[in-house]
């Protein structure tokens, strides 16, 4: 699936083509797979953990999030580009991979913009989405449920 994203991703492949060669070819092996893999394919995704985070999210009955959205304050001024959001929650997710150390600070002045903004933010790292997935999947789960 991240192969599939990063294709997407550097538009090696568009999804309009990988569906239309699926519809013409409906009995090939692996084309149930491969429709299925195009519904979870998210092209916005920009890195290997994001999509395992997204599908963490997605496979575990949770909606959907945006991917690589703008984000604005009341006047219009741009605070951030989150990894996934919820529009109807105001929750923004980040995944910090190993290059967050190296721009810290630059991420949490943008993080700081955000929740200023109205935002709320959750971070993640590849020991929470590998090492603790359900309590991924139960802090976003509440976090949604908490806003309705």
């Known amino acids: 699936m991240a192969a599939l994203d990063i294709a997407l991703h550097r538009r090696l492949l568009e999804l309009v083509d990988l569906r239309s060669w699926a519809g013409a070819h409906p009995r090939y092996r692996g084309v149930a797979r491969l429709r299925r893999a195009t519904e ?3 092209p916005a995704t920009e890195s290997v953990m994001e999509t395992r985070l997204r599908l963490l999210l997605v496979l ?3 909606p959907r999030p945006l991917a690589q959205i703008s984000l604005c304050d009341e006047d219009g001024h741009f605070v951030g580009r989150p990894d996934f959001y919820y529009p109807r929650h105001r929750l923004a ?3 910090d991979g190993s290059g967050h150390r190296e721009n810290l600070t630059g991420d949490n ?3 700081n913009r955000m929740v200023d903004a109205g935002y709320r933010l959750l971070r993640f790292t590849a020991a929470d989405v590998l090492s603790a997935p359900d309590s991924v999947v139960a802090l976003v789960r509440r976090a949604l449920r908490n806003h309705d």
Do not use: D, H, P, T
């Open 93 to 95: 997710l980040e995944y």
């Open 40 to 42: 979870l394919a998210e």
């Open 60 to 62: 575990a009955g949770l």
């Open 109 to 111: 002045r943008r993080q």
